[in-house]
């Protein structure tokens, strides 16, 4: 069993555990009236990188990252460095993140929010609408796909958005036919945990040559208020210096989604402003 199978038990688990508590989620969810357009804030009309910062204390494969871990401190930090959206770690048994972290840091910043856990089930996106978030993470390698299809369709009654993670071409072409409109690359095997900028080009090069977002390449690279929107591409893992982020714009990333060495920084908003040049 992977580690990736032994956090889908345990989402399972905290989901059946959710189940009295549905009618008052997605009450909470409906009463719900503000939204952050996430989508939006990814989309840059002055051309530079944008950047979904990552408040992440912890990880399977890293262990504790930030001892000092003060969410809503580190949120202000990302927000004074230039960040366009965050990313909020809320599983507590592999991240040692918490729902919490969401809601306080919601009343602190004004950026969109990205729940980042590992959604299996329509009840959590009800539940992430109700502690503040904008946007959830979907990943492929988790759901069959009439699951995804669904979870997809569910955030947009919700009017969430969701960021569709993918790790190869199959899972690629999945969250294309799910009719993504963020996709994120996540440089890290699953199986192996090695990290490869190279897994972002690959796949770039796949969607740009089969044509999936309907545009030229120049297009995706330089969109024109005038052209189809491309779905935004997102960058994940392995991006530490200013020299990744500008390998990744040369293959039409829109987005980066950073986390363990902006928690490793002593100075979060220079580091921030390092990687946004």
Same mark, same amino acid.
């Given at each position: 069993?992977?580690? /990736?199978?032994?956090?889908?038990?345990?989402?399972?688990? %905290?989901?059946?555990?959710?189940?009295?508590?549905?009618?008052? =989620?997605?009450?909470?969810?409906?009463?719900?009236?503000?939204?952050?357009?996430?989508?939006?804030?990814?989309?840059?009309?002055?051309?530079?990188?944008? =950047?979904?910062?990552?408040?992440?204390?912890?990880?399977?494969?890293?262990?504790?990252? +930030?001892?000092? *871990?003060?969410?809503?401190?580190?949120? +202000?930090?990302?927000?004074?460095?230039?960040?366009?959206?965050?990313?909020?770690?809320? $599983?507590?048994? *592999? *991240?040692?993140?918490?729902?919490?972290?969401?809601?306080?840091? +919601?009343?602190?910043?004004?950026?969109? /929010?990205?729940?980042?856990?590992?959604?299996?089930? %329509?009840?959590?996106?009800?539940?992430?609408?109700?502690?503040?978030?904008?946007?959830? /993470?979907?990943?492929?390698?988790? =759901?069959?796909?009439?699951?995804?299809?669904?979870? @997809?369709?569910? !955030?947009?009654?919700?009017?969430? $958005?969701?960021?569709?993670?993918?790790?190869?071409?199959?899972?690629?072409?999945?969250?294309?036919? !799910?009719?993504?409109?963020?996709?994120?690359?996540? #440089? +890290?095997?699953?199986?192996? *945990?090695?990290? #490869?900028?190279?897994?972002?080009?690959? @796949?770039?090069?796949?969607?740009?040559?089969?044509?999936?977002?309907?545009?030229?390449?120049?297009?995706?690279?330089?969109?024109?208020?005038?052209?189809?929107?491309?779905?935004? @591409?997102?960058?994940?893992?392995?991006?530490?210096?200013?020299?990744?982020?500008?390998?990744?714009?040369?293959?039409?990333?829109?987005?980066?989604?950073?986390?363990?060495?902006?928690?490793?920084?002593? $100075?979060?908003?220079?580091?921030?402003?390092?990687? /946004?040049?």
């Amino acid at each position: 069993m992977t580690i /990736l199978d032994t956090i889908i038990t345990q989402k399972r688990i %905290e989901v059946a555990a959710l189940q009295p508590r549905a009618a008052e =989620l997605k009450r909470l969810a409906a009463a719900r009236s503000e939204r952050r357009d996430f989508v939006a804030a990814l989309r840059r009309t002055d051309g530079r990188m944008a =950047l979904i910062a990552e408040v992440k204390k912890a990880s399977p494969s890293a262990g504790v990252i +930030r001892p000092d *871990f003060d969410p809503v401190a580190i949120a +202000r930090d990302y927000e004074r460095g230039g960040a366009a959206c965050l990313s909020v770690l809320t $599983d507590e048994k *592999f *991240f040692q993140g918490h729902l919490d972290y969401l809601r306080r840091i +919601r009343e602190a910043v004004r950026l969109p /929010l990205l729940r980042k856990d590992f959604i299996v089930d %329509e009840l959590q996106i009800h539940e992430a609408v109700a502690a503040g978030a904008d946007c959830v /993470l979907l990943i492929v390698a988790c =759901l069959e796909q009439e699951a995804l299809m669904n979870l @997809l369709r569910v !955030a947009a009654e919700c009017r969430l $958005d969701a960021l569709v993670e993918v790790h190869d071409e199959a899972e690629l072409d999945r969250a294309v036919a !799910a009719n993504a409109r963020i996709i994120g690359v996540n #440089n +890290r095997n699953l199986k192996t *945990f090695k990290v #490869n900028l190279a897994t972002t080009e690959r @796949l770039a090069e796949r969607i740009v040559e089969r044509g999936a977002w309907g545009v030229k390449r120049e297009e995706v690279k330089h969109p024109t208020p005038c052209a189809p929107r491309p779905t935004v @591409l997102v960058a994940e893992s392995g991006i530490h210096t200013r020299a990744d982020v500008e390998r990744l714009a040369r293959c039409g990333v829109n987005a980066i989604l950073v986390g363990e060495s902006l928690m490793r920084s002593d $100075d979060i908003p220079a580091k921030v402003r390092e990687l /946004l040049g």
